[in-house]
């Protein structure tokens, strides 16, 4: 599949930018799929506004391939949403391990109708660059992707300006959600991205939950041989935008509308630090983030999204002190949550 065969509207809505939540995973007791609150997240989300959908990914537990779970989740976000709405929806679905593996899931992610895959490296820590590169291509030619810088502390590989440039080189490449959480990488791949001249094909979305409306909002100048080319983050696909959607999206027009303005609003230049602080309880960065999904599953947990905060590994929850902090910022940013939104329509998206 090329990106040449994703229908128009949504090829466009990719490019032009938008929000892709990164969808969890809802359990019950025992620790097994729950239908029921999983369609009621999909459900959600497309009622909150979001473009689309990240299904597979970092948020929805990596651990679902060990469980025989990757399909029956991808198809059931996909069925859901093809139900719940007809306004054009990016699916994106996330791709991992070696290549055999990642071509095996792109082929399912395909036939089930995902317009794109988010291409983990984490299982090619410890290859060279061509390695990685030759990995990516060979993936490239089953599906559209997306690039996924992400961050060592959850697994993702350190990658140079120069392998992003190699990256974005690469036909067959819409996009790259760009989340190593650190402003120093997140140039090198703006700058490998215009390097390779794939600034106009290739959308950069943030993924890097502690600068989301920064991110989103300020123009990036890349310097090379005395020429300025000035660039913008498109879109965001994040696990941050899990929670709290409805009020993310508003935030995300904001950011849009301030862009190629001569002047911000100090408020919403304030606003990243708020958002920042309540991604600091939601992803434990306190513990490292060790309890960052079981801390997005909090907060739906509490607006009944979710029955529970259980994952797939027993061994994953909250942290120490981080319920105290999301405590904190709910009542210090109540404001920015979409408490009401959500009890206005949960029986509406749990029928």
């Known amino acids: 599949m090329h990106h040449s065969d994703i229908k128009p509207e949504v090829r466009k809505l990719i490019a032009d930018g938008t929000v892709l939540p990164a969808h ?13 609150h999983q369609r009621a997240l999909t459900r959600y989300y497309i009622d909150a506004g979001a473009g689309g959908l990240a299904v597979g990914v970092h948020t929805t537990q990596f651990a ?41 899931e792109a082929k399912i992610a395909r036939g089930i109708g995902y317009h794109a895959g988010l291409l983990s490296l984490a299982a090619m820590e410890s290859a060279s660059e061509d390695e990685i590169i030759a990995h990516c291509e060979a993936v490239a030619k089953e599906i559209p992707l997306v690039g996924f810088y992400l961050q ?89 935008w899990s929670v709290w959607t409805a009020s993310a999206i508003k935030q995300f027009e ?34 490292n983030f060790h309890g960052c999904i079981a801390g997005c599953h909090e907060i739906l947990r509490r607006q009944g999204l979710m ?27 109540a404001d920015l949550s979409d408490d009401a939104f959500v009890a206005e329509n949960l029986q509406k998206w749990l029928a």
């Open 64 to 104: 679902i391939r060990d469980v025989g779970l990757y399909r029956p989740v991808l198809e059931l976000a996909a069925e859901t949403a093809a139900a719940w709405t007809t306004r054009p929806l990016a699916m994106v679905a996330g791709l991992a391990g070696p290549t055999s593996q990642a071509t095996a």
């Open 307 to 333: 029955q529970g905060i259980w994952c797939l590994d027993k061994d994953e929850g909250l942290s120490p002190g981080q319920m105290a902090e999301i405590d904190r910022v709910c009542r210090e940013h």
């Open 152 to 240: 060592p502390a959850v697994g993702g590989v350190i990658l140079g300006a120069n392998f992003w440039r190699r990256f974005a080189a690469i036909d067959n490449v819409i996009a790259i959600k760009i989340a190593p959480f650190n402003r120093y990488r997140t140039l090198d791949v703006l700058r490998g991205v215009a390097a390779a001249g794939a600034l106009d094909r290739v959308a950069l979305y943030t993924g890097n939950d502690d600068h989301i409306l920064l991110d989103l909002m300020l123009p990036f100048d890349l310097r090379e041989n005395g020429v300025t080319t000035r660039t913008y983050f498109k879109g965001g696909l994040l696990g941050h």
């Open 24 to 36: 969890p995973l809802a359990l019950d007791a025992s620790r097994q799929l729950d239908v029921r």
């Open 254 to 287: 904001m950011c849009k509308a301030a862009r190629h303005k001569e002047t911000v609003p100090a408020d919403l230049l304030a606003l990243d630090a708020r958002v920042t602080d309540c991604n600091s309880a939601f992803f434990d960065v306190a513990n």
